[in-house]
């Protein structure tokens, strides 16, 4: 009371409730019948000091210069339309891929401290490049070090899963005219008894035989009748066709399929049946393309310095590595388990391989979970309903810089899909990316057991916040 | 005030308003920022008493008849598994399709009496069969009745838009095993200059011999090397991918051709490229396949007596006719305008044809408009958003007996698509089916100007609901 009055104002008949930071306060009063709003507030940077003081001059004094940086990295993203030309042996156009060498997906790894599934499919590959006769020749050849490992992706190129790719592979070519540069990924080995999927099996290493001899060639040849491919046209599609162009590939598998038709059909050498019969058992034929694609974006975007928006995030099933546009080193956190999955029958989390493969890169570019609102298919493995689907976008839209012009959403009224993951905001709210994958067996080399979604590390998108602020801070 | 007290109740702080029927009041009481619940009741029947009356038997005592009547009718609708087992001649499959005749849209119509695109249709059938040298020699021998023609579902089948059917013409053979019957339609003559789109030029006629001697032929080696074609099944996964399988069918189209691919590519005729490239460049390949499984289901339920459920819904350009399962009869009204359309340019709503072909039929089954929710393509063309189309399908809901199983949208969290029309709701409500098509120029021969929405007419609906009451009153 006031010495002025003693009038009492009237409590509110009706009150309003707005909440700031954990849920659990506004759930409680939700539960007693009020209006609540709920702001998901957090402690920027998890409370660490040095992250919080990097992050105030990320976006404050220093933030002219990343934003400028990042408005440049979501042109290049969102700008140009890569193209596939052709399909070659790795060792005619990747550059630098010499010798007796596998690429791998993720950051540098030694044989010896690979995962279970990407030693048994470096090991098909060195029997199919015909560099020893079986798969206990090849283990000691790999563990000799007389086949060398390259990551792919200091090659321009990448691979999904645990595809170890020898020089005689086919793979895509992708030419970014924009940009000058070009990517590459290996042919999609198919569902199965593949080693992309870790088996080393007679069957998977005649697959990678086909693949270099049969499919390799004739696709060539029936790409190159029917001229550039323009990728993310067709990934545009795939989008209002229910794929997230990440698991799920239907929609633009089939659009590609559908184009190189007449090729095919023209074709003369009688395996271009055997071809077919691949091609339409394989409804994840345009994974790789796809990856390519992104791989030819982002190989763009990383020429710009002072970004932090990220342009590589890749896995080898060991570590994580995330690195930003500009920065020359990569950022290395153990690779995650896979957090929430759908497995085959006889199979759970207690028998799967960490998350692994190079495919990441298609988050990076507004692919994957980026769109997984307008995926049924991705539902199912985030919570069963489209709402589910949604709130998997709308999270990855928080920590992305911007929207893609060409990827766009039906679920959303067409927006589009979120683009340019922004470490800055990875490392102020906590939200790392999310990964539509596959799932493999951890050790007994039964290929696939299941897929689902995993999380990346968040330590480092925080090392490449750090270091980017000291490149910056640097007089 | 009663005698017993002086006390009047105080008013109400707030107004809540339900307000029953125009939502003109309704929309006045929501402006000045009150809570208001509108329910969109109209006087039944249009306020005829006469159909008040039926619909009040009908609706009363007779509904368990016509329930019991209508369950087994969807369960017809919904429970079996169309198979298209081969293309053939109309000639050899089409039950009495005999002489010189040719196979038409709708209810019975006379050359004199026929749209100007129609009558196109059937002079380019004319000649493609040999029964003239000319289009002008086809025009004599159709209006001297040298020509026949027969309504296309008199005869298990139905043709798309204005597609006169010669029996040279190779039509899909579909296989209902559950109800031991089979339906038909022609293969989709493909887009651009076409006499299924009303143009009778020599391209047009060269197409319809292509079909004949080419296409069918090969494409019935395909389907028979790959075994039956469960037609549902793959229209069910084109739902998932922004079919609606009417005016959209992409998805489901390309699904067909991936299963097909080993079988074209083994072909061993090289013809096999001009059919391949004919396919790759037909989007709406997959509609006739469709139409004919959809004539297969209405085909078995049409035996089931006194249902209030339409099984025929059709249209020749000039009439517009329905009838319900059970029923002889088809109840008329002209033919409607095609109401909401986008027209490619330099065309409108005063070139276009009325409403016109079979196709109709697949908004009998839970496809067209019953699954436009799921077809951002359908957006366009009733309002632009993925609300709108949501609309378009919930506005079908209101007047249907039931929901697909099988046939789901994503867009609705998998809610099954409205099955199965209920001419008594059609009537009572006045709302009635929605069908998306394709909008054909009135006389200029120059094919689709467009693409749209047309409502069907409510009169023809009312009559076959006095019908069936008139039936169901009989001693």
Known sequence: MTAGGDRVPPLPERARVVNVGLSLFADAV??????????????????DSDVVAALTRLYGPKSAAVDAAN????????????????????????????GTTLLHCGPPIDYADAIDPLRRSMRAAVVAEGW?????????????????????NRHDACVPMVTATGPSQPVWVVENAAGGNR?????????????????????????LRFLAAVAGPLLDDAVRSHGPVDVLSIAAQGLHMGDDVHIRLQGSTNLLLRDLLPHLAALEDPRRVDLARFLAGNH?????????????????????????????????????????????????????????????????????????????VLELVGLGAAAA??????????????ADARATTEELDLVCAGRSTRLRMPALDLRGTPLGVDARRVAELGITPKITTGVLHASAGVGQVGAGVAEAPLACFVDAVMALDRTLSRP
């Open 30 to 47: 939700a539960r007693q019948g009020f209006d609540v709003v709920n702001v998901d507030w957090r402690i920027p940077g998890g409370g």
């Open 183 to 207: 990517a590459f990924a290996p042919v999609n080995q198919g569902p199965g008894d593949t080693a992309w999927f870790g088996r080393d099996t007679p069957a998977a290493i005649d697959r």
């Open 71 to 98: 408005a440049e990295v979501l042109r290049r993203l969102d700008g140009s339309a890569p193209k596939a030309t052709g399909i070659r042996a790795a060792a005619d156009v990747v550059p630098g891929f010499e």
């Open 132 to 152: 020893a006769d079986d798969i206990a020749g090849a283990d000691q050849q790999l563990a000799s070090g007389r086949v060398g490992l390259e990551p792919a």
């Open 284 to 360: 994840l034929f345009f994974l790789n393309l796809a990856m390519a694609a992104a791989r030819a974006l982002t190989g763009w975007a990383m020429g710009v310095p002072h970004s932090s928006i990220v342009t590589t995030m890749t896995r080898n099933g060991t570590e994580f590595g995330v690195a930003l546009a500009g920065s020359d080193g990569w950022h290395l956190a153990p690779a995650p388990a896979i957090g929430q999955a759908l497995y085959y029958a006889d199979h759970g989390p207690e028998s799967a391989a960490p998350d692994v493969g190079d495919s990441a």
């Open 373 to 386: 609102a307008g995926s049924p298919a991705v539902a199912a493995f985030v919570g069963g309903t489209m």
